[in-house]
């Protein structure tokens, strides 16, 4: 008896799309597999963003799950590639579920990435890793191997370089002789080795000669990259001068050895001061990637300090800089030397270590960004700017609703949620009236949706005293007007005079019960989140807009035979768990579960997972922590040292963390300038015949689902209990099921056709894991034609001798151009009237 014999069709669809989990898990859609028959790589490939997304990720987003997860870990990645699906099937764009995902705390490093070209489940995987405790086991125990970076030139600061998520660092260096001019550099390390990638020019920026010894630096803040192989970026600060310095990293199509360096290097200005009284303190990313806005913060000023917003003056790379938007802050209450410094561009931050106070300010989202990420302009002149200015003045209130007359609104719906144009007395709404708009019930955005989301998103929550964000009428008059203006037009020019200036931003104060002894910021979070060390605890203080709550996570940070105080503190990510604690002789790593719980919830104990000695006579300055997330990640602590036995030429010292015998490479995009079918490349049969079937499957399953939704499932197995399922159901549901069976026979025969011929010829070449992928794929896809292509097209055929001709958009030999078609494809399609 077969398995359709005894097994609903919904039944058997649901059994075979957990089959294709397991193949997208295992990296079959990658593309990519090693020489030797290994494993597939989780190396993004050139060419293979090119072929179509499935299920709305792309193919590679389930290549990269293995790379950086354990096995129990990659639940987490399913259960996160469901909640996209379930989102999807209600009918939201992309942007706008990115942008409701971006309001979850600490999943908007996902959203951010993912909003980047970066796949939302490797972002996703890579901050499970991070913060779920497996990426702390990478540091567990001693060192591996202990070795020196030695360059020259580079310009010390409190970290010696900035760590990107590819296993790579970067830092500043002057390669000039004292008697010349300066020629400032940025020099992009491999970690793994210990060797230099190459650097990129500051001279590339229009004052970038104008720097002048001694060279200080006042901050270097790398741009959160989640991808590998994707554009880096950093923003740096120093005298007068912020530049951008973005690079990628890769093999040339010229290098015949294909070597691995720093490729298409670019340094943009962002601000040069000319004169006045303004010192510069730091610039920093606000957002994602490489062309996210940078946050500049400047002090002296006669008014107080003042945060300054920049942006691209368009979507090409090569566009420069523009001011957008100022940001004013209030002075102290009590004068003070300490200098601010921005993170993250989310906040501004007054400490220094030996004090037991501390000064803040959360800066909002910039006008610009936050009209860009609603999907409505790019200027600060534009809607996009107005729509973000009006929800700084959107207020709450509660929904009145009752079982007899509902809620009493004539509703509009429009992308910038419910518009109300009139409010009945009965129920009556006490904090709605007519000309405002709801773009926001129960925590759910309204905004940036069609028509039909809005609806089912508002049906869904709508609740008597379910509470709605409201933005007043006045400004939705503002509103209407710019977007009607812009409509218009051709979209407004970015200019120097188009500057946004807000209110100004009152400080916050906060007093610790101890002195300060080391902090550092996890900005990314939301509220910020300061990490310190006061009395050998750490304590965790949320930056809220209310001021800073504050809870102890550690006790003892500093154990014997360690001395205290503790003098530097490290993030490894600012959604990882672990900790880097320095003192004057060594470094002890932690992990801290307490970092990434939510504020006020019960979390695991902390953990001494390694500790780190000086060389002999040398006394700890700074230090970095880094992991590069691979099959093999390889985890790095650099130290920047004092003392006689110190490197005075530039180096510094790096201890390794790994697991097994050899030290892991730095796994990198391999050369962009081959072509032809290769593994990875568009002309893979596997890539190509694993994202084409996975959309025909996907849009089986959702044409189902919504005829089951309507009808209830099949009741029974077979052809007979299927067509008279299939004659309950009405047109427009039983029509899309038709259609995405009747397009999925072509698409599977082509798929087994092309797959056959690749073992045949290419495939013979590949890994043998490469060629077992595409003979299990060839199975399912022969197992889902026989299962549920040929019987509900057999069911669709004698539901159609029944009925009327004109009741069903079908042809006559329907099952017989099944069989030819799978005869065409050398296969025998076995089960077609079972």
Not at 88 to 95: C, L, N, R, S
Not at 739 to 764: F, H, M, Y
């Amino acid at each position: 008896m077969t398995e359709q014999a005894t097994t609903s069709v919904v039944e058997t669809l649901g059994r075979l799309r957990k089959s294709w989990e397991a193949y997208a898990l295992s990296g079959l859609g990658s593309g990519a597999a090693d020489d030797e028959g290994g494993a597939a790589a989780a190396v993004p490939q050139p060419g293979l963003s090119e072929v179509k997304d499935w299920r709305g990720i792309g193919a590679l987003t389930h290549a990269q799950i293995p790379a950086c997860l354990p096995i129990q870990e990659r639940l987490a990645a399913r259960a996160a590639s469901r909640a996209w699906c379930r989102a999807t099937e209600h009918g939201p764009a992309k942007a706008a579920w990115l942008k409701a995902l971006s309001e979850a705390g600490l999943l908007r490093i996902a959203a951010a990435a993912a909003s980047e070209g970066s796949g939302l489940v490797a972002s996703y995987t890579r901050q499970r890793y991070l913060g779920g405790g497996a990426g702390a086991k990478v540091f567990r125990g001693k060192p591996m191997e202990h070795g020196e970076m030695k360059v020259g030139g580079r310009i010390r600061f409190k970290q010696p370089v900035a760590s990107f998520a590819d296993g790579s660092a970067a830092a500043l260096a002057d390669c000039a002789p004292p008697t010349l001019q300066p020629d400032v550099v940025l020099t992009i390390y491999d970690m793994s080795s210990l060797t230099v990638f190459g650097s990129v020019p500051i001279s590339g920026a229009k004052h970038g000669k104008s720097v002048q010894r001694p060279l200080t630096m006042t901050s270097l803040q790398a741009a959160r990259i989640s991808g590998v192989g994707e554009r880096q970026a950093c923003v740096a600060a120093m005298q007068k001068l912020v530049v951008v310095f973005s690079w990628q990293l890769g093999g040339s199509g010229d290098d015949e050895l294909g070597n691995i360096g720093v490729r298409e290097g670019n340094a943009e200005e962002v601000r040069w001061l000319e004169g006045g009284k303004d010192v510069l303190r730091s610039a920093a990313f606000v957002g994602a990637g490489c062309a996210a806005p940078v946050a500049v913060l400047l002090e002296g000023g006669r008014d107080g300090p003042v945060v300054e917003i920049y942006c691209k003056g368009g979507t090409q790379s090569a566009t420069p800089y523009v001011l957008r938007e100022v940001v004013s802050i209030t002075k102290a209450k009590v004068p003070t030397s300490v200098p601010g410094v921005l993170h993250g561009g989310s906040v501004v931050l007054w400490a220094n270590n030996g004090d037991r106070a501390i000064d803040f300010v959360r800066l909002q989202p910039p006008a610009a960004l936050a009209g860009e990420e609603a999907g409505m302009g790019g200027t600060s002149t534009g809607v996009g700017a107005v729509f973000a200015r009006a929800r700084q003045a959107a207020r709450k209130g509660r929904l009145r609703v009752s079982a007899e007359s509902g809620a009493g609104l004539d509703l509009e719906a429009s992308r910038w949620g419910y518009i109300v144009e009139e409010v009945e007395d009965d129920p009556g709404q006490p904090d709605i009236v007519a000309g405002d708009c709801i773009f926001s019930i129960g925590g759910q955005a309204l905004h940036s949706l069609d028509e039909e989301t809005i609806h089912w998103r508002f049906g869904r929550n709508i609740a008597d005293g379910v509470e709605v964000t409201i933005l007043p009428a006045d400004h939705m008059k503002s509103i209407l007007a710019a977007d009607k203006g812009t409509s218009e037009s051709n979209g407004p020019v970015v200019s120097q005079a188009a500057v946004h200036r807000g209110d100004q931003i009152k400080r916050q104060h906060f007093v610790f019960s101890a002195r300060i002894e080391a902090w550092c910021v996890a900005s990314i979070r939301d509220p910020p989140r300061l990490v310190a060390v006061t009395d050998n605890r750490l304590v965790l203080a949320d930056m809220s807009d209310d001021g800073a709550i504050t809870q102890e996570a550690l006790v003892g940070v500093a154990r014997a035979p360690w001395k205290r105080p503790v003098e530097r503190l490290v993030l490894l990510d600012e959604a990882s768990d672990v900790l880097l604690a320095g003192v004057a002789r060594g470094v002890l790593l932690w992990r801290v579960p307490a970092l990434v719980a939510p504020f006020g919830k019960a979390s695991g104990d902390a953990e001494l997972l390694a500790a780190v000695s000086m060389p002999a006579r040398c006394n700890l300055v700074g230090a970095s922590l880094g992991l590069s997330c691979s099959s093999n990640p390889l985890g790095w602590v650099a130290a920047d040292c004092s003392g006689a036995g110190a490197n005075t030429d530039g180096g510094f010292d790096v201890w390794h963390f790994f697991s097994g015998r050899n030290r892991p490479m730095i796994q990198l995009a391999p050369s962009r300038g081959g072509a032809g079918k290769k593994p990875g490349l568009k002309g893979d049969a596997v890539s190509q015949g694993f994202a084409t079937v996975g959309i025909s499957v996907d849009a089986i399953a959702a044409a189902m689902q919504a005829a089951v939704s309507a009808a209830g499932g099949p009741p029974g197995a077979g052809t007979q209990s299927t067509r008279s399922w299939l004659s309950k159901l009405r047109q427009d549901r039983m029509e899309p099921l038709y259609s995405a069976i009747e397009k999925a026979e072509p698409v599977c025969a082509d798929a087994v056709r092309e797959l056959r011929r690749w073992l045949r010829a290419e495939g013979r070449s590949a890994g043998f894991a490469r060629q077992d992928g595409a003979r299990s794929l060839i199975a399912w896809t022969e197992e889902l034609r026989r299962l549920i292509v040929w019987p509900m097209q057999a069911a669709f055929q004698a539901e159609a001798s029944d009925s009327d001709p004109e009741d069903l958009p079908t042809r006559e030999s329907i099952a017989a151009n099944a069989r030819s078609t799978g005869a065409a494809a050398g296969t025998v399609p076995r089960g077609a009237n079972q």
